[in-house]
């Protein structure tokens, strides 16, 4: 892997940035401009060089195709705004776009294409796509470690295409990941909430033999809840997840890690409805399960007081909603504490996960902050991951 910084010829020439600004929305405004801001030294860097910069992004999931609400827009002009630099939105059909429609102007200096992922080719990793891509410019620069598990056009395909290179948030975020796994102080205890059941559930099974406890909180949950054969109403869930499941559960008990799974959670009719605490048995049909409860919260704080390292990974609930924020709070004060005294080691990853430590002001609290979710936990189990490998 060849770091921007190492490489001396950038001057004027076209870089093809893929950043991962998939900040959360709601309404079409920024709540949280952390990973924004942690790419602006990368900008800064590039612009100082006279390079002519293509960004490239994803928002949310719109599944290939155009979805109003997941527009780059505002975070364009969230970027134009903090660069005090106007930043393009292209929203030309990519397929349609060639080199002669990009920087016309002398003083257009960065330009920004429109939602990489309204492009089904994209998620397929199509080789044709990425090659297009590549004819808009002369160098590659993967700068979205938080999209780096995924096999996808614009991480892996594209480096088969143009010169590639990592970009400076990227070699911080590796180097420090290196650090951590390689100097880890047991007992490990690593946190899984969230709602990305589908992409972590799988990741799980893989940290049992390295860590000594793993707790399953949020919506993650949910699937372990059922499974132990209680009603979980309509609540979030995956399909089809009982085998694995049951291989998490029969593999733990071999290498002898704790599964923690919550014992009480917090339920409501809707996401704004009236929190309410409940044992498992008595969720009922029309309820969504929201938060963790009390019980459990106490479970994971003596379990948090017994690690000396803590790896934690998606918020406990709803967190968006002040009522089912408890359990994620109470998570993240304990680890502030035993961070303070220094009895643990700990390190929180993901755009949720830091989106709400910020809104806590606890990040400065945690030794280390990745803004990366699911890429983090698949870096944990020692997977190379594709786009790193294609820096390579
Ligand atoms: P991260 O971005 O930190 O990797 P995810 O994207 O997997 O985390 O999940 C974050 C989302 O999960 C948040 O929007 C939060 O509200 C949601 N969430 C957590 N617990 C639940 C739950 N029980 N039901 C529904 N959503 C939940
Ligand atoms: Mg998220």
Same mark, same amino acid.
């Given at each position: 892997m060849i770091s921007i910084r190492e490489k001396a010829k950038l001057k004027d020439k076209k870089i093809l940035l893929r950043l991962d600004l998939n900040v959360p929305l709601e309404n079409g405004k920024?709540?949280?401009?952390? /990973?924004?801001?942690?790419?602006?030294? %990368?900008?800064k860097f590039l612009i100082k060089q006279n390079s002519k910069i293509i960004i490239l992004s994803h928002v949310g999931r719109p599944k290939g195709k155009f979805v109003n609400e997941l527009t780059l827009n505002p975070i364009c002009e969230d970027l134009s705004k903090k660069l005090s630099q106007n930043v393009k939105l292209i929203t030309k059909n990519i397929n349609n776009i060639n080199n002669k429609d990009l920087f016309k102007n002398n003083d257009e200096k960065i330009i920004m294409l429109e939602n990489i992922r309204f492009y089904l080719e994209e998620e397929n990793n199509d080789p044709e796509f990425a090659k297009h891509l590549a004819s808009l410019a002369d160098i590659y620069v993967n700068e979205a470690f938080s999209c780096s598990h995924r096999s996808h056009a614009s991480i892996h395909q594209i480096s088969n295409f143009l010169p590639s290179y990592s970009g400076l948030q990227l070699d911080l975020e590796v180097s420090? +990941?290196?650090?951590?796994? *390689?100097?880890?102080? /047991?007992?490990?205890?690593?946190?899984?909430?969230? *709602?990305?059941?589908? %992409?972590?559930?799988?990741?799980?099974k893989n940290l049992i033999c390295k860590f000594d406890n793993i707790v399953i909180v949020g919506g993650m949950a949910n699937n372990v809840i059922k499974y132990m054969g209680y009603n979980i109403g309509k609540s979030l869930q995956e399909e089809n997840s009982d085998l694995i499941i049951k291989e998490i559960f029969s593999l733990s008990k071999k290498e002898n890690c704790k599964l923690v799974y919550p014992e009480d959670i917090v339920v409501g009719k809707d996401l704004n409805g009236t929190p309410q605490i409940k044992e498992l048995n008595e969720i009922s049909s029309d309820e969504i399960i929201l938060d963790i409860g009390p019980k459990t919260i106490n479970i994971i704080n003596n379990i948090i007081d017994e690690s000396n390292t803590i790896f934690w990974n998606g918020p406990a609930g709803y967190f968006e909603n002040p009522s089912f924020a408890n359990g994620s709070i109470k998570i993240a004060e304990n680890i502030i504490k035993n961070n303070k005294s220094n009895k643990i080691y700990s390190v929180a990853g993901g755009g949720?996960?830091? *989106?709400? +430590?910020?809104? +806590? $002001?606890?990040?400065?609290?945690? $030794?280390?902050? *990745? %803004?990366?979710?699911g890429a983090f936990l698949e870096y944990l189990e020692g997977k190379e991951l594709p786009g790193i490998k294609a820096l390579n």
């Open positions: 920024i709540i949280d401009t952390t /990973r924004i801001d942690k790419i602006l030294p %990368t900008l420090a +990941l290196k650090k951590i796994t *390689s100097e880890i102080k /047991r007992p490990i205890t690593c946190i899984i909430g969230g *709602s990305k059941i589908s %992409t972590k559930i799988n990741v799980i949720d996960t830091v *989106s709400l +430590l910020n809104s +806590l $002001n606890a990040v400065d609290n945690f $030794n280390f902050v *990745s %803004t990366a979710g």
